[in-house]
């Protein structure tokens, strides 16, 4: 069973810089391609950022694009979102996500999800 564990949310400034990381455990990590999304109150579930297993292919949603650095450190277990800078609309809770067929570039196509973290950026 693979289990997913966001870290590194919580509240910051408008313009500051945030590392979000995911750890997986369970399956090995190279194995599944990993992604980031995002849900506020209200709102629909965000695709932000997929990375393939070998960390060779990302990808990045309009929204983000510019802001946002996906990597992985296959070793370690782990994929890191670093945001930078952070505006006001970045307001969310942040998921990790993995799937077991390749890179996808849309949420539904995801297996496995973590609890999510919390990012709130100040006005």
């Known amino acids: 069973q693979v289990q997913l564990r966001e870290s590194g949310g919580g509240l910051v400034q408008p313009g500051a810089s945030l590392r979000l990381t995911c750890v997986s455990s369970?399956?090995?990590?190279?194995?599944?391609?990993m992604a980031w999304c995002r849900q506020a109150p209200g709102k629909e579930r965000e695709f932000l950022s997929a990375?393939?297993?070998?960390?060779?292919?990302?990808y990045f949603a309009d929204s983000v694009k510019g802001r946002v650095t996906l990597t992985r450190d296959n070793a370690k277990n782990t994929v890191y979102l670093q945001m930078n800078p952070l505006k006001s609309e970045d307001t969310s809770v942040y998921y990790c996500?993995?799937?077991?067929?390749?890179?996808?570039?849309?949420?539904?196509?995801?297996?496995?999800w973590g609890q999510g973290t919390q990012v709130t950026v100040s006005s």
């Open positions: 996500a993995a799937q077991r067929e390749g890179l996808e570039v849309s949420w539904y196509k995801y297996d496995w």
């Open positions: 369970g399956r090995p990590v190279e194995s599944d391609a």
């Open positions: 990375i393939s297993g070998s960390g060779g292919i990302t």
